[in-house]
């Protein structure tokens, strides 16, 4: 399937799945809304890694790292 990937032999290995193909699969799937979906793909995941005082929120102190997106969700740019 398109975003799978296979070892060698043909057992499936994982997923290329991206974040944000993620988030939009999130947000189109589920009752799930935007915010909680946005949160479930960036500050989660860092609390449950012992990052978020690394990472994670757009304020002093803390790296700038992000995306921006339109409406449909689709990439526009991203910040670093």
Known sequence: ???????ANGTLSGSALTM????????????????EAIAM?????????????????IKKGYPAQFVIVNDNLDLVKVVV
């Open 1 to 7: 399937l398109d975003g799978d990937v296979y070892k």
């Open 20 to 35: 944000l193909q993620a988030l939009k699969n999130i947000v189109t799937h589920t009752n799930i809304t935007l915010p």
């Open 41 to 57: 793909c960036s500050t989660t995941p860092l609390q449950l890694l012992h990052m978020s005082d690394e990472y994670g929120y």
